[in-house]
């Protein structure tokens, strides 16, 4: 693989970043009414509309040959194809074989997963159905009405995430709660809403070693043993995990294990076993249109070509705003309140993903690699950071998401936030000129020293770059959609920035950092040797605690 700034494309960019990259996109779309056709792609019902980003046709054309010259296309056929793409951890990447609907073979070193792919979706079809229906019972006999995910990363913000995105669809007498933090806060108010009696918990963990998980896990099961004993624990604990054995030794039976494989990556696995908690709020043909859409999100990955596909055209306006324009980072402003962990979810899916400095040959990268991901729903963040993204000094892309239609169709709500949306991208888009905001301040009759003084504080510089994807409704499918657009755009990107997209070695170091602090943490324990901050912030901590 050959390092992007080498590719001849690379060097194209560049150049055209010193001429239409510096252009106003208000000329831009005042020279061609036809700008939005040009520029926006669907597929079903979803529309990407890129039109509002500092591109052209020739830049367009660049940044497809990038994509070209990077490899993509192979790329992408060996992911899907079950080749061992994670180079550092030498495991295939496979988690569209987690949503495959056709009918068709993945074979990871010539063995077909999805016939065990299909047997855990079987098992997890009987046991949501059994759960909602009332028919799995606690330890005293009563139905469940709490089911607490106890999970972090990506066994937590898949699941937070979709649960929260398909609230129109939950059953009204079952609820689904999530407990991540090691911060015991977070167990002690979950656990105040539940009744051990009608608690049922999916304790999510791919490895099953994870601290934080193990730790709430055990708080929750001593809660249950003490109210209901230890005989309580089959009817209320199951286990979501790729580790028979630490699922067991923790004291969960395996026949209530679901199991996942090593190919699927801890945020891109709510589409497996970690989906559980979704497929008991939402039912199972709701979990199956989700892998339905996410599976159509994957054949037009998989087939269309690279200038109509809109994962790779997300992933090439990223690379250009970010590579060649000089965006570090970017927002996710859904204007969808039901997509309200969407940021979060996406924060661990980019830049877990492509938070990387070492490109897959080893040598250290000479270029940007993943941006820093933030973001709030629309309306709300408009009142917080918008002010920066408007006249800030850095450039901060934005994607946009909305829903034409609302689950709740209340008075004009849903055309208000609808206004708010267009007009956001517009504005940044358009800025306001100098001559505009003069005009308004004399039409408000404002006195000429007045204007003088305001003037220069009145005027947005624009051509800020935005996509906008718009949807009908969010429906499961169109969730699933969306997912699985954000996951191969990130793909796309890391083949582009020649990173490995799939290990996550960064996190390590903090792990095994903390555990080596623990018992320094209390007193009479030697205090290992340590930078004089850390050290002096043990101390002032056993300080603090005596
Ligand atoms: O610490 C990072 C991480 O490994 C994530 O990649 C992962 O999603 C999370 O921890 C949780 O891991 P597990 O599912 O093994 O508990």
């Not at 969010?474 to 490995?500: N, R, S």
Request: glycine share 8%; with cysteine.
């Amino acid at each position: 693989m050959a390092h992007p700034t080498s590719l001849p494309a690379w060097k194209d960019l560049e150049a055209l970043a010193a001429t239409t990259g510096r252009r106003p996109m208000r000329e831009m779309f005042a020279e061609d009414p036809e700008r939005f056709g040009r520029f926006s792609a669907r597929l079903d019902g979803l529309l990407l509309d890129y039109s509002k980003n500092r591109i052209d046709e020739d830049v367009m054309a660049a940044l497809l040959r990038l994509a070209a010259q990077a490899g993509v296309p192979a790329a992408r056929d060996a992911m899907i194809g079950g080749a061992r793409i994670n180079v550092t951890e030498r495991r295939a990447v496979l988690h569209t074989a987690l949503r495959n609907r056709s009918d068709r073979p993945v074979t990871v070193d010539g063995h077909d997963v999805m016939p065990e792919v299909r047997a855990v979706l079987e098992r997890m079809k009987a046991f949501a159905g059994r759960v909602r229906s009332g028919e799995w019972r606690g330890a005293t006999g009563r139905p469940m009405r709490n089911v607490v995910n106890i999970g972090i990363g990506g066994s937590d913000l898949g699941p937070v995430m979709v649960t929260e995105a398909l609230k129109p669809y939950h059953k009204d007498d079952l609820a689904v709660r999530f407990i991540s933090n090691v911060d015991g806060s977070h167990a002690a108010e979950v656990l105040k809403l539940c009744d051990p009696e009608t608690t049922l918990f999916i304790v999510a963990s791919k490895t099953f070693t994870t601290q934080e998980t193990i730790a709430n896990a055990r708080t929750c099961r001593a809660w249950a043993v003490e109210r209901l004993g230890e005989a309580a624990i089959p009817a209320h604990f199951v286990a979501l995990s790729t580790n028979a054995e630490a699922v067991a030794g923790f004291g969960i039976d395996t026949a209530n294990m679901f199991g996942f494989w090593d190919w699927v990556g801890g945020r891109y696995s709510l589409w497996s076993a970690i989906g559980l908690s979704i497929a008991v709020a939402v039912g199972f043909e709701r979990f199956e249109e989700l892998l339905a859409g996410g599976h159509a999100m994957d054949e037009h990955f998989r087939t269309a070509p690279l200038e109509a596909n809109l994962p790779v055209i997300l992933a090439l306006i990223g690379i250009w705003n970010a590579n060649f324009l000089g965006a570090e980072s970017y927002a996710v402003l859904p204007y969808d309140q039901y997509l309200h962990r969407l940021p979060a979810y996406l924060q661990q899916l980019d830049m877990e993903s492509n938070g990387k400095g070492t490109a897959k040959d080893g040598a250290p990268v000479a270029w940007g690699t993943g941006p820093v991901v933030f973001g709030e729903p629309g309306t709300n963040g408009q009142h917080a950071f918008y002010q920066l993204i408007h006249q800030g000094t850095r450039l901060i892309p934005c994607d946009f998401l909305a829903a034409a239609h609302s689950h709740n169709p209340l008075g004009e709500h849903h055309l208000m936030l609808l206004s708010n949306v267009l007009a956001q991208a517009e504005a940044l888009m358009r800025g306001k000129t100098e001559a505009e905001a003069r005009a308004e301040l004399e039409q408000a009759g404002t006195a000429a020293d007045e204007i003088a003084r305001q003037l220069p504080h009145r005027v947005f510089p624009g051509n800020r770059p935005s996509n906008t994807l718009l949807y009908p409704r969010l429906d499961p499918f169109t969730l699933g959609m969306l997912i699985a657009l954000y996951e191969h755009k990130v793909f796309v990107q890391g083949v582009v920035w020649d990173v490995c997209s799939f290990d996550q070695w960064g996190v390590e170091l903090g792990k095994v950092l903390a555990k080596a602090i623990l018992p320094e943490l209390s007193p009479g324990n030697t205090i290992g040797s340590h930078d004089c901050s850390t050290a002096g912030l043990i101390k002032a901590i056993r300080a603090l605690r005596q």
